[in-house]
């Protein structure tokens, strides 16, 4: 018995030593695993440092040498160089002057894309910058030389770090956003067959301070749609004044002494989005008065309306209809539509939590700010992407109030803090490492 208990005794003995060695070499693996982690976005802090003013050049380029919409044939020349001679495979016969580039890492695994616009808007605009547009009626007055900038920051950074990244990363330059076309041409011109990612992610530059990424679950942007109703001729000026006054008292659902058409208030920490009780939480409203015209003897009056409630969206027309025939005209109308009905930036819940949750972890709980509600006035077409592929769409901070500088897209004076683009390449490209390395 005694020589039993004594080698149950020493199986015990060993059988400890060797989860004790075991557990060593978890700890010492997983402290492995750490060091090479910190390791990788040490490397992308360094080498979004070594390029940053390399990047600012390029983007001051891209400032002074706009191209409109469908036009972007420079733009997409300087972008395909670029990516070339960072060792990328390149594509330019998708769509336009669309460009995608293709880096491949060292380990396979999924694919992830990451999108930036290209197109600027015909406007002549005060531009406080030196670097101004040197072509007349046009310019980056939304802040797409930036998107440009940080897209070719983020592949120069990932290429020099191809030995970490488990999977491809595509690059897609897009043409022709401002016109809410480039990119579903891209899509119907079989983007998907040559990429088909698994994820995708892009930004937008806008007025919240330089430093911070502000990104939420589901919508971003409220819902824009353009109405018409269509009546036969025969309304006085006063009854079509008076029948556009009701219409637009229906279309209007805001909280009591708010004004949520107010966009330069986003920023305002009382009232704007990083505020649980922001004004642009809830809210339907129209903007300005209705178009009203005359054509082939029919009426026609149109308006644009921004609503945060999908849900409220199929009450819209009926609700029209019936302010139509209450007012007397039901004999008149011929049709309440949408007219332009695209849709709007849709952030999936799952990824939106993962890319949080990464970027808090890596550089901190501030470089993310809050959002509780959803922008009006603008959208993104974007959004066709995430119809296909699930993807988040980040809004990357560019103002700077102690400088004076504003990035309020659309805008006379729009401005943008060029440390943004550092912000956007290193945050970003560290999210599409840990991204790629997680199945």
């Given at each position: 018995?005694?020589?039993?208990?004594?080698?149950?005794?020493?199986?015990?003995?060993?059988?400890?030593?060797?989860?004790?060695?075991?557990?060593?070499?978890?700890?010492?693996?997983?402290?492995?695993?750490?060091?090479?982690v910190?390791?990788?976005?040490?490397?992308?802090?360094?080498?979004t440092?070594r390029?940053?003013?390399?990047l600012?050049?390029?983007?001051?380029?891209?400032?002074?040498?706009p191209?409109?919409?469908?036009?972007?044939?420079?733009?997409?020349?300087?972008?395909?160089?670029?990516?070339?001679?960072?060792?990328?495979?390149?594509?330019?016969?998708?769509y336009?002057?669309?460009?995608?580039?293709?880096?491949?890492?060292?380990?396979?695994?999924?694919?992830?894309?990451?999108?930036?616009?290209m197109?600027?808007?015909?406007?002549?605009?005060?531009?406080?910058?030196?670097?101004?547009?040197?072509?007349?009626?046009?310019?980056?007055?939304?802040?797409?030389?930036?998107?440009?900038?940080?897209?070719?920051?983020?592949?120069?950074?990932?290429?020099?770090?191809?030995?970490?990244?488990?999977?491809?990363?595509?690059?897609?330059?897009?043409?022709?956003?401002?016109?809410?076309?480039?990119?579903?041409?891209?899509?119907?011109?079989?983007?998907?067959?040559?990429?088909?990612p698994?994820?995708?992610?892009?930004?937008?530059?806008t007025?919240?301070?330089?430093?911070?990424?502000?990104?939420?679950?589901?919508?971003?942007?409220?819902?824009?749609?353009?109405?018409?109703?269509?009546?036969?001729?025969?309304?006085?000026?006063?009854?079509?004044?008076?029948?556009?006054?009701?219409?637009?008292?229906?279309?209007?659902?805001?909280?009591?002494?708010?004004?949520?058409?107010?966009i330069?208030?986003?920023?305002?920490?009382?009232?704007?989005?990083?505020?649980?009780?922001?004004?642009?939480k809830?809210?339907?409203?129209?903007?300005?008065?209705?178009?009203?015209?005359?054509?082939?003897?029919?009426?026609f009056?149109?308006?644009?309306?921004?609503e945060?409630n999908?849900?409220?969206?199929?009450?819209?027309?009926?609700?029209?209809?019936?302010?139509v025939?209450?007012?007397?005209?039901?004999?008149?109308?011929?049709?309440?539509?949408?007219?332009?009905?695209?849709?709007?930036?849709?952030?999936?819940?799952?990824?939106?939590?993962?890319?949080?949750?990464?970027?808090?972890?890596?550089?901190?709980?501030?470089v993310?700010?809050?959002?509780?509600?959803?922008?009006?006035?603008?959208?993104?077409?974007?959004?066709?992407?995430?119809?296909?592929?699930?993807?988040?769409?980040?809004?990357?901070?560019?103002?700077?109030?102690?400088?004076?500088?504003?990035?309020?897209?659309?805008?006379?004076?729009?401005?943008?803090?060029?440390?943004?683009?550092?912000?956007?390449?290193?945050?970003?490209?560290?999210?599409?490492?840990?991204?790629l390395?997680?199945?």
């Amino acid at each position: 018995m005694k020589r039993l208990i004594l080698t149950l005794s020493c199986f015990a003995s060993a059988l400890l030593s060797a989860q004790g060695l075991n557990s060593k070499k978890e700890t010492i693996m997983h402290s492995s695993q750490n060091i090479k982690v910190q390791s990788v976005h040490q490397s992308v802090q360094q080498e979004t440092d070594r390029i940053f003013d390399k990047l600012v050049n390029i983007r001051r380029d891209f400032h002074e040498n706009p191209e409109l919409a469908g036009k972007e044939k420079q733009t997409q020349e300087k972008i395909k160089q670029y990516l070339l001679d960072l060792g990328l495979e390149v594509k330019t016969d998708i769509y336009g002057y669309g460009v995608v580039g293709i880096l491949k890492g060292d380990q396979k695994g999924k694919k992830i894309a990451w999108r930036s616009d290209m197109d600027a808007l015909p406007n002549d605009y005060p531009d406080p910058e030196t670097f101004k547009s040197k072509i007349k009626g046009i310019q980056h007055g939304c802040g797409h030389d930036i998107h440009m900038a940080v897209g070719l920051g983020i592949a120069e950074v990932l290429s020099k770090n191809k030995k970490s990244l488990r999977g491809t990363v595509y690059f897609i330059f897009q043409p022709e956003e401002e016109t809410f076309k480039g990119a579903k041409e891209m899509l119907d011109k079989g983007l998907i067959s040559v990429i088909n990612p698994d994820e995708i992610y892009g930004l937008h530059v806008t007025a919240i301070p330089a430093g911070q990424i502000m990104v939420k679950p589901n919508e971003m942007f409220a819902y824009q749609k353009k109405i018409r109703v269509q009546l036969k001729s025969g309304l006085s000026e006063e009854e079509i004044e008076g029948l556009t006054k009701k219409i637009s008292n229906f279309l209007s659902r805001i909280q009591p002494g708010t004004k949520p058409w107010e966009i330069q208030t986003i920023v305002d920490p009382k009232i704007g989005l990083t505020n649980p009780d922001t004004v642009f939480k809830d809210y339907l409203f129209t903007d300005g008065k209705f178009t009203v015209y005359s054509k082939n003897n029919e009426s026609f009056l149109e308006i644009y309306l921004y609503e945060t409630n999908s849900s409220n969206l199929d009450k819209i027309i009926p609700g029209v209809q019936n302010i139509v025939a209450d007012s007397g005209y039901k004999e008149k109308l011929l049709s309440v539509s949408f007219v332009q009905d695209n849709p709007t930036v849709i952030n999936d819940k799952k990824l939106t939590r993962s890319a949080t949750e990464i970027l808090q972890n890596l550089y901190g709980k501030n470089v993310i700010a809050p959002d509780y509600g959803q922008v009006p006035f603008f959208n993104d077409d974007f959004s066709y992407f995430q119809q296909k592929i699930p993807g988040v769409y980040f809004f990357l901070g560019g103002s700077n109030f102690e400088k004076g500088v504003i990035a309020m897209n659309h805008s006379p004076n729009f401005q943008v803090d060029e440390e943004s683009i550092r912000t956007g390449v290193r945050s970003f490209s560290s999210l599409i490492v840990e991204r790629l390395n997680r199945n």
